[in-house]
């Protein structure tokens, strides 16, 4: 695995653990919490699957299904995390761009994982 992949994957567990904790302590709901996890997971595992395939974990279409529930889940939260910023005190338009920022990191580095681990479940077929 190159170094870059492995700090890569190492600052990704370390956003995913971030995240739950962030969860826990508003006390989002438990299925939320646990999906959310989940696709975390799923997603970093294949990334890493890429790098390392005897480590995939999954083949064929289980690891085909698993990457889309991950990716649609990303996709569809994204509406559910912006309303949370909501709660800023910026003004109006301080708080369309900071979404917009938000949301543009979030796909910039989330690329990455996605990209490999999309690249590794497909390469199972």
């Known amino acids: 695995m190159p170094v870059l992949a492995l700090i890569y994957a190492l600052f990704m567990a370390y956003v995913a653990i971030d995240s739950l904790q962030g969860k826990l302590e508003r006390k989002e709901p438990a299925w939320y919490t646990l999906l959310d996890c989940i696709a975390d997971v799923i997603v970093l595992g ?12 999954a083949s064929g279409l289980v690891a085909v299904a698993l990457f889309v529930f991950s990716l ?11 309303r949370a910023f909501e709660e800023r005190d ?11 920022f938000v949301l543009a990191l979030g796909i910039v580095l989330s690329f990455p994982a996605y990209w490999f681990g999309g690249m ?3 390469r199972s077929l």
């Open 46 to 57: 294949l990334f890493v699957g890429y790098w390392l395939p005897p480590f995939d974990g």
């Open 120 to 122: 590794a479940a497909f």
């Open 72 to 82: 649609f889940w990303f996709l569809g939260c994204i509406p559910y995390q912006l």
């Open 90 to 100: 910026f003004s109006p338009e301080m708080n369309r761009l900071y979404k917009r």
